[in-house]
């Protein structure tokens, strides 16, 4: 009885999982950018930062915060990153 049940909860934790598995394209950018390190996105938001500092300091304004603002996308793309990493995007492969 234990084991139905058991048995019956797999089944519909696998079938939910398949509901909502990802694409392959989106499987296909997991894979490349799993590939980085995880502290180049900091690394990348934090040169943002300094370019845009350098940007202000030298009066140019509207540049200035073009680049400031990539910092939050960068950090966000990082954590991104870093859940695909340890959790995985999928919990099966198709």
Do not use: C
């Not at 200035?64 to 990082?78: D, E, H, K, N, Y």
């Amino acid at each position: 009885m234990i084991e139905t049940m058991n048995r019956q909860s797999q089944n519909v934790e696998t079938q939910e999982a398949r509901d909502h598995a990802e694409g392959r394209v989106t499987r296909a950018m997991e894979n490349q950018v799993a590939k980085l390190p995880s502290d180049l996105w900091l690394w990348a938001a934090l040169g943002s930062m300094g370019v845009s500092l350098f940007l202000k300091m030298n009066s140019r304004k509207e540049d200035s915060m073009f680049v400031g603002q990539w910092a939050a996308p960068l950090l966000l793309i990082g954590v991104y990153n870093k859940l695909v990493k340890v959790a995985g995007s999928d919990r099966i492969s198709r």
